[in-house]
């Protein structure tokens, strides 16, 4: 698993991304800053990260593949099978 | 609490609900059990709270857990359901307690009063679908290596690749399904849509086989909305801190009915993204007033999840960053369109954290996730509970504008009085100022107690209607309007 970033910049920019074939853009993660201004989350490797910056798009790096990676291995060690118990506080 | 839930435990959860406030929710399974790979038929429930059975009372719909690794919302609706149902038998507040952000700065906490518990209670139907796609998030959890898994688990007419499994649930309602119908060829191809729509069934956004509905788990959520007098919609997602409202299939206008997903005129012209030759239709006529309802709407979610935890949502159509059909938001809010006799529909879906938090929030993140789930849902339950039920029970009729000048609608006779329209745009406006807006918040806490009741009085006296309207109102709104004239 590559790098999680966030990719900034203008819409037209960001649309453009497509070919880039190491990048992987997460499905429903757009977020409009302004009119024309956005920001989306992304998966990619130091090729895709420069290539996205090359086109004047900023690029932030959220979780490095190795905290990504620990993270998920975390919160899979948490996954309950306990149900919520609401009855006791009543 | 033991976030995050396998689907098994959100299923006892749901059941355990019933049991603790067997007066208060009722657990029914729904019709269609879940068609997944490898694994049996599962059955799975919803939730209905409420108390009373009034006529023509309102409910609302939150539908959560379509996308399988979005692990946060489910959970956030149970312990919302739990604290409102604590929170309604202990005759309590409704208390999202304070958050505090890694930068030391405490928000919160949010109380909503008992009385609105109360009202919310008893006055509406909370119909609540914590986990839509349980097969879809039992395989999320079953391994790391399934993290990322978005579809259902349905079995496809070539399962031989294990690509080839599943179908995107948020692109399988129907509304504009076959979207080579709806657009024009340019539109489908446009790189935005076609990057978050597709009929290639091993994409994390396949739009499913043959037909709209052709999941188990999409049929479910259209049975709820068939089943029972749902009016107001909401589904809710991770992560990216927007609230929306329709239209995700293109950019809207209010001006033009002929511009609609019905007419068969448009197929194949419809322009998307592209252009504004099309646009799709929003109804902002009164009495309803529905664009100005939803932006309301979504204006207050936005707030008060930024009292709770201090993230800054944005708010927009569903089309702020990409354009998409199928989805279960717009399908809800379509559904008023396709006859006279259906009822007004508000729609509504929330991407909740951000990403840091990305889909699956860890544990020690996932309390702030909690938390705008919460802000959201009780506003939201708040606005349909208080403003719909509460004030058309108080007034044998419902209101016609979002607003909740309870007296001044009695007094005026109607909320789309030019007086009471201007005493709620001022309202709005002083809470948008920072240093009003908390005293506006402690006035509305009180307000929304006693005004009702008030109002209650006003209504059943026309001479106390008159006397209060010359006397106290009239000359009250002439000042307010003389000062800012000024």
Partial sequence: ?90 | MPYPLTSDAIEATIQGLGTTFPSLCKVTPLPNQTNSVGVPPRAYSFLKIGKGASAGRPAMLVVAGLHAREWAPPDSVLTFAGKLLQAYSGGTDFTIPTYTDAGGTAHGPVVTSAAIVKSIIENMDIYLLPLANPDGRAFSMASVANESWRKNRSPLPVPIDPSFIGVDLNRNFDIAWDFDVYYSAAAAAEPNFAAHTKKDPSSDVYIGPTTAFSEKETLNVKWLLDNFPITFFMDLHSWTQIVMYPWAIETLQTTDPSKNFKNPVWDHNRDGVLGNAYQEYFPNGAPQALLNRHTTMVVAIRDTIKDATGANYSVGPSLQLYPCTGTSDDYAFSRQFLSAAAPTMSSFSIEFGDITENFRPSVAQFPKVEREVHAALIVFAGYVGIWKGFVSAVLGSAPKSSNLCFIATAVFGTAEHEDVRFLQHLRDRAKEHHRVRPFMLRFEAVYYRLGPKAAAVLQQHEWMRRMFRKFVLAPFIKLLRSVLDD
Avoid: C, H, W
């Fill in chain 1, 1 to 90: 698993m590559p790098d999680l970033i966030t990719i900034q910049g203008d819409l037209t920019s960001i649309r453009s991304l497509t070919d880039i074939t190491t990048l992987q853009i997460i499905d429903e993660t757009g977020k409009m800053l302004d009119a024309n201004n956005a920001i989306v989350g992304a998966f990619a490797d130091s090729t895709a990260e420069a290539a996205v910056q090359a086109r004047g798009l900023t690029v932030t790096v959220i979780k490095t593949e190795a905290q990504y990676d620990a993270d998920v291995q975390a919160i899979y060690a948490e996954i309950s099978n306990t149900p919520y118990d609401f009855g006791g506080n009543v």
